[in-house]
């Protein structure tokens, strides 16, 4: 009987070890899968934010587009503005050179006259447009520094998508 009885505490122990390593295999077999359920979850978080970043890009490259558009207004509007104060300062100065070459008899006169009244009104209209100039040069100023934060959003926002996406692929590279 002893060997039977040797024989049967050896299948005992070899039963024994075979079930610690089943519930060490089972074990680690659950830890795989936490850890499969904990890529799965953070691709879907990391894919939720790719497609947020992908519709604020979208946002931002329309912003940017509608403010390219108004800066081109704006220059056309300035442009305009010039050339029409360009005419007008001609006119006003050669208007004035003979205002102030008259003596002051004749410039009394000058205040009479509807000419003078025109002249006056002239280089009211020069100054307005003088200052709109301005006002159009500080909007097309504030116009293009808009743009040019849109266009850096969009460069931080594509750096990124890179390193979201690359961090992403190197997970997956883990998982499998």
Not at 56 to 71: T, Y
Request: charged fraction near 40%; hydrophobic fraction near 35%; include cysteine.
């Amino acid at each position: 009987m002893d060997a039977l009885e040797k024989k049967l505490f050896a299948a005992q122990g070899s039963q024994l070890r075979l079930y610690e390593q089943y519930m060490s295999s089972v074990s680690r077999l659950k830890e795989k899968d936490q850890v499969i359920d904990l890529v799965r979850s953070e691709a879907s978080i990391n894919a939720q934010a790719l497609k947020k970043l992908v519709e604020e890009e979208q946002i931002l490259r329309e912003r940017a587009r509608e403010a390219a558009c108004r800066v081109q207004e704006k220059n056309q509007e300035l442009r305009h503005v010039c050339s029409v104060i360009k005419k007008h300062e001609s006119l006003v100065d050669s208007v004035l050179a003979t205002i102030v070459s008259e003596d002051e008899t004749k410039l009394s006169k000058w205040d009479q006259k509807p000419s003078m009244q025109k002249a006056a009104s002239l280089v009211s209209l020069v100054t307005e447009m003088h200052n709109e100039r301005k006002f159009l040069t500080f909007k097309l100023d504030r116009a293009e520094q808009e743009v040019e934060r849109v266009r850096e959003q969009n460069r931080e926002l594509k750096k990124e998508l890179r390193r979201s996406h690359l961090t992403s692929k190197k997970r997956k590279e883990k998982v499998a």
